[in-house]
């Protein structure tokens, strides 16, 4: 036997509308570090910051990230692109997503999440991940899916 979720609780799961995952993430940053990912989410970021991706690149007051539509238990991102400028050189190797007012450092109560970066088959798939500091980084499209079982 297998659990199946319907097409509307996938929705709801990852959607924006004050229940789900898009909710908890929209108008957040995401971070990228050199490095090997930590061992959890709530665990103090290692590496070296070599990017942080917003919707303005960092320039403007509302700077979060913003999430898009939800179908068929899917989650794009929405618009503006999110941009980044790399602070220092360094091969990424992992992020870390922070909800809105994310909290840095050890915690077992932020809204967070990680994963691997990579050029294919990652968490995070860049054309390169050799980043040079003063490089833009845009991220056109991603998805957060939920799937059905």
Do not use: C
């Amino acid at each position: 036997m297998a659990i199946r979720l319907s097409t509307g609780a996938r929705n709801k799961l990852v959607g924006t509308d004050g229940q789900g995952f898009g909710e908890l993430f929209n108008n957040g940053v995401l971070d990228i570090y050199t490095g090997a990912q930590p061992s959890s989410a709530d665990a103090v970021e290692t590496g070296t910051k070599l990017a942080r991706i917003s919707s303005t690149s960092g320039t403007a007051a509302e700077d979060g990230l913003k999430f898009g539509t939800t179908g068929s238990g899917v989650l794009t991102i929405g618009t503006p692109a999110w941009t980044g400028l790399v602070l220092v050189d360094g091969v990424a190797g992992w992020f870390r997503f922070y909800g809105s007012g994310g909290v840095a450092g050890t915690s077992n109560t932020a809204i967070r999440f990680d994963g691997a970066v990579g050029v294919s088959g990652s968490d995070l798939d860049l054309t390169h991940t050799n980043l040079k500091a003063g490089a833009v980084i845009t991220i056109h499209a991603a998805n957060v899916t939920q799937p059905a079982e």
